[in-house]
């Protein structure tokens, strides 16, 4: 039979098999046949060059009309005829519209939904270290900078306008206030976009951030590099006697080269002074290193001077501190930047980091003949502590006889720089430390935001 209207209402009429078919006369493989919801208008068609014979539905009566449905099945019989099957190349078609459709809605977002999703992903880092008893230092540092620094810039924009460019701004600019914080930035960016586009890809999107983005720190003003002179080394200690328990606590970094947070983490329970058999040493527990195993640090005889002169804090609220370098309401140490400005500005030294330190102490160390393996296990670095191939297997030395000279070579050095800066000759016994302790307020330099805050009234901050 001829399929058109008359046919199909009749066909539909008719009783019979639920699927049973009829075939057009005039189109070989055309066809009606009945279904649960009506009529759907099916055709049989084979490739060219191909011996299967393929069966498709190309639409339902009466919402595709019968001529609708006879010109759908010449197009697609003269396709195959060519060897191409219409069908699959519309469904593929239809597939990338939808993609394309679903990545339009998603590079319309604003970034500020990543940074959302990326945000959560963090703080849950941070909330399973600190149940391991682990400091998500690295970890809140990214997170201030995405709060402070990427979510006021690139928050509202869409998520498909994040450019190359723009970025490079901005870690420029922030390198060239801080360097540190310049190379954080960029590591954030490139953990971003990689968070970013695995979950392009499991949405299956084709969109992706570079996850290099060619940024480099233009305008760093020092690179890892720099290093104190032994005569900056020593300016730096006669500055930090005028810094109070801030002060001591940079002193205590330059006899030890320690990290600044394992120094406003010592506590006097980690302190051994007095050990007959290797000597005064500080017992860092391993949730407080970066290698997160328990690390043994030499104490030289100027550093226990140092320890035995500075009293513990004590406040009313607080009680008694464990913290040896305790600040304000005996909570750790802050306000790390306004004592590294403090102690340059007092030392008369251009520029430096605290951090600097480590690499004075252990260049100065290779420069009288230590080995670097020696002087490296005193900085506590990984590489330290995971030595690779054979050494790694039968090196089971802590080098702690030979760490102890060291330390104690660097700090002969040091006070003897700083005997000659001060024009006087210093107690081996005291070490200078024969002046009772004051606590000192540090003062933050007052800003022009400050100023205007303050309705022309002088406004500083301070740090206990």
């Known amino acids: ?35 649960s919801g009506g009529l759907a208008f099916i055709l049989k068609y084979r490739l060219k060059g191909s011996p299967t014979q393929r069966l498709a539905t190309i639409g339902s009566y009466p919402t595709m009309l019968p001529d609708a449905a006879r010109e759908r099945a010449r197009a697609i019989k003269g396709a195959a005829q060519a060897g191409q099957d219409l069908l699959a190349i519309e469904a593929a078609q239809r597939t990338e519209d939808e993609a394309k459709r679903r990545q339009e809605a998603v590079l319309a977002q604003p970034v500020a939904a990543i940074l959302d999703a990326w945000r959560s992903q963090m703080e849950s880092e941070v909330r399973r270290k600190l149940a391991a008893r682990r400091r998500p230092v690295y970890e809140r540092e990214l997170l201030r900078i995405e709060s402070a620094i990427l979510r006021p810039a690139i928050g509202k924009a869409p998520t498909g306008a994040v450019l ?11 390198a060239r206030r801080s360097p540190s914080t310049g190379r954080t930035f960029r590591s954030m960016l490139v953990r971003l976009a990689t968070f970013a586009n695995e979950r392009f890809a499991l949405a299956g999107l084709a969109f992706r951030w570079p996850v290099t983005y060619q940024i480099d720190l233009r305008g760093k003003i020092r690179s890892r590099d720099h290093r ?8 730096l200690w006669i500055a930090a006697g005028q810094m109070g328990r801030r002060g001591a606590l940079v002193r205590f970094m330059l006899l030890t080269a320690c990290r600044r947070v394992e120094a406003q983490n010592v506590e006097w329970n980690h302190l051994v002074l007095d050990d007959p058999v290797i000597g005064p040493h500080w017992q860092q527990p391993a949730h407080l290193t970066k290698t997160y195993q328990p690390h043994r640090v030499p104490l ?14 004590c406040s009313r609220k607080a009680g008694l501190a464990s913290l040896v370098f305790a600040g304000d309401g005996n909570r750790p140490v802050g306000g790390w930047t306004d004592i590294r400005r403090k102690l340059l500005e007092l030392a008369r030294v251009e520029d430096g980091t605290l951090h600097d330190i480590r690499r004075t102490v252990v260049s100065t160390l290779g420069d009288h003949g230590f080995d670097p393996q020696v002087v490296d296990t005193l900085l506590n670095h990984v590489a330290a502590t995971t030595m690779g191939g054979v050494m790694g ?8 006889a030979q760490r102890r000279r060291a330390i104690e070579l660097w700090a002969e050095l040091l006070m003897e ?8 000759p210093l107690c081996r ?9 004051e606590e000192v307020r540090i003062r933050r330099p007052i800003s022009r935001v400050d100023l205007a805050g303050s309705s022309g009234r002088t406004r500083a901050s301070h740090r206990n």
């Open 228 to 235: 104190y002179s032994l005569d900056e080394a020593a300016a």
């Open 164 to 174: 190359p460019d723009r970025l490079q701004a901005l870690v420029s600019v922030e």
């Open 429 to 437: 016994d005291t070490w200078g430390f024969t002046t009772p302790f």
């Open 300 to 313: 030289s005889p100027a550093a226990v001077a140092l320890l035995r002169w500075l009293p513990a804090r």
């Open 393 to 400: 297997v039968y090196q089971r030395s802590d080098f702690w």
């Open 417 to 424: 720089k700083v005997a000659a800066k001060l024009r006087a």
């Open 1 to 35: 039979m001829r399929i058109n209207h008359v046919s199909c209402r009749a066909f539909q009429k008719t009783g019979g098999d639920a699927r049973a078919v009829a075939w057009d006369d005039e189109i070989t493989g055309f066809g009606i046949r009945r279904t």
